[in-house]
């Protein structure tokens, strides 16, 4: 029985560390070919590692969502020419910012919050749109919080930039819905990740999920027969 990604092409961004490298290995043990990309040269060929050990293969292309923009608008096109597809999106990577009062908040924070968490995914949207379109089962899982949706003190840009994520992610499911692309919110609940790590120090990181327990629920919303789109799907 051939594995149910076989023959597909995914994108998965953050995929150097944390959830999204969990979610690459994930998808090539189903088959899928992995297109990774994130800051890290070295992070990106840990993932490739792991990918390789189960018999996978993967493409990694190093850039920064909030810096290299000039590489993301020929994205879809390049993937396309170099596979002749794209089936998936997971738009996993994240940037926390400096948790601090909104009147603190500094341009700069604000400018690499909104940009990587916001910006880089209207861009992919934009790129990556036309070929996940053309797939007979395209499917793209968009990582979110519920401080989105439930603000809490000193995480304002955060909070703001995911929740405009999580409009914009609607919205494009809402575009799409008559098309066989398939576009869904996840929300992992607490995960030992850096970005948890560096908001929450005192936490015991083996007291939440791994990213290998969050990997497998993101993959399931990959798959061909997945049918919801313009949902929050929350950790159980």
């Known amino acids: 029985m051939s594995a149910p990604l076989q023959g597909r092409v995914a994108l998965v961004t953050g995929a150097s560390r944390g959830i999204g490298a969990a979610t690459a290995i994930e998808l090539a043990r189903l088959g899928a070919h992995c297109v990774i990309t994130a800051r890290s040269q070295g992070g990106l060929e840990e993932t490739d590692d792991a990918i390789r050990a189960l018999g996978g293969c993967a493409t990694l292309l190093p850039f920064d969502l909030a810096k290299d923009v000039d590489k993301l608008d020929p994205l879809g096109p390049s993937i396309v020419e170099r596979f002749g597809r794209l089936d998936i999106l997971v738009h996993a990577a994240g940037a926390l910012g400096t948790l601090t009062p909104v009147a603190h908040i500094t341009p700069k924070d604000w400018a690499e919050v909104v940009a990587v968490n916001m910006t880089a995914a209207w861009r992919l949207i934009r790129t990556l749109d036309p070929p996940l379109r053309a797939s007979d089962a395209g499917r793209a899982v968009i990582l979110t919080t ?69 990997a497998p629920r993101i993959a399931a919303l990959c798959l061909p027969g997945e049918t919801r789109s313009g949902e929050i799907v929350r950790a159980a």
């Not at 914009?168 to 929300?187: H, I």
């Not at 995960?191 to 005192?202: D, E, H, Q």
């Open 146 to 214: 519920d401080r989105a949706s439930d603000p809490k003190p000193y995480w304002g840009a955060y909070g703001a930039s995911k929740a405009g994520l999580q409009h914009l992610a609607a919205t494009w499911a809402s575009e799409v819905a008559s098309t066989p692309l398939r576009v869904n919110l996840y929300d992992p609940g607490p995960v030992n990740t850096r970005l948890r790590a560096t908001a929450m120090p005192g936490e015991d990181p083996m007291s939440i999920a791994q990213p290998a327990d969050v």
